[in-house]
């Protein structure tokens, strides 16, 4: 799916039908199929279907392939946090804000996110990332806190083992989520949403 | 952890200080650290300190470890279906010792489970596991409409969408959890149990 949207400077040094963000949507797409230690240059040239010379066009190493395609998933995640209305209203309410934001960047940015929550954390690009990823699980974890402080939560679950289930149960969306699939974007994140807070039995929403 | 309870002829040919549930174990924590497709027999043999003839004498072929190790996880997941508690009592009764089995097998056989989770189907041995894990799935899948149709579920959520999120919220256990930390394996699953049947607002149980 070759976009001509890119502005950086990387874009243009790219060979016809390809800029930047279309190598890293198939190189994300191959990482993810293989494992990024076992995708080499080789493999991700073959699956371009351009010289491995033709790839250092458009990014200097592999690492720098992974950064990118990371960022992809950790930018807008990041900018969850910094969003307004994730400052405003009790903090029951700024929690399924965040939740609810999250749901729509993994929809969004599916492939990216799964090799984002793929990471064994091998390289230092890989550790950076999980540190900025448990920086954005931090603020969550902080919310169900002053959450069951207000009263709005249950009190009786330990926050950071409740944001770590709440982390498994959206985080598991860019496994089996497909769009254009028989549930919808929408749908899910209701049922996702309704799950986290009611449970199966249903409650006071 | 070398033991010597394994009965099959292949322990017996192993070398002194390993049996083949060691070489499993060993083999199957590098095959979670760097992916089962980035490890070669070499990098086995160097983890298990011995040569790569040493490792065939325990198993023929880096499959056949994989085969084995999946066969820790599957096995113990195959025999909740089989017990007679997931036959008896309501639907709801039956789906919650299934989670609550589930997250048992997810504690005890944490490292293999991750690795059934992490397949990614590349192989005809993958493929089969990826199967025997669907099987499962589908098991649940059955309670939930069940549940639903009996009235103790609330009925307004897709129940295949509801045992996604239900394994998703499980299975992030085998990430985070570990045994001797702050939150003991007891604590977890009642967590969790809480979280799925009632959420974060709490219900009626």
Redesign the interface.
């Known amino acids: 799916m070759p976009t001509s949207t890119a502005k950086s400077p990387a874009t243009k040094r790219g060979r016809p039908g390809y800029d930047q963000e279309s190598v890293l949507s198939i190189a994300v797409s191959v990482f993810?199929?293989?494992?990024y230690?076992?995708t080499s240059m080789g493999t991700l040239a073959e699956n371009l279907g351009i010289s491995k010379s033709a790839i250092y066009h458009h990014v200097p190493s592999k690492g720098d392939l992974l950064r990118l395609a990371l960022d992809e998933a950790l930018i807008p995640l990041e900018a969850i946090v910094e969003d307004e209305r994730a400052t405003i209203g009790t903090a029951e309410q700024r929690l399924e804000f965040f939740l609810r934001s999250t749901i729509q960047v993994l929809v969004k940015r599916q492939q990216y996110v799964t090799l984002l929550l793929?990471l064994?954390g091998?390289t230092e690009i890989e550790r950076d990332a999980l540190d900025r990823r448990r920086a954005v699980d931090r603020r969550v974890s902080d919310l169900?806190v002053e959450?069951q402080q207000e009263g709005?939560?249950?009190a009786?679950?330990?926050p950071?083992?409740?944001t770590?289930?709440?982390?498994?149960?959206?985080?598991?969306?860019v496994?089996?989520f497909r769009e254009g699939g028989?549930?919808s974007a929408e749908?899910?994140e209701e049922?996702?949403i309704?799950?986290?807070?009611?449970?199966?039995?249903?409650?006071?929403?």
Chains 1, 2 share one sequence.
């Open positions: 993810n199929k293989h494992g230690d076992a793929r064994r091998n169900v959450a709005s939560l249950r009786d679950i330990d950071r083992t409740a770590r289930l709440l982390f498994g149960t959206i985080n598991s969306l496994e089996w028989p549930v749908q899910v049922h996702a309704t799950m986290m807070f009611d449970g199966l039995h249903g409650g006071k929403r």
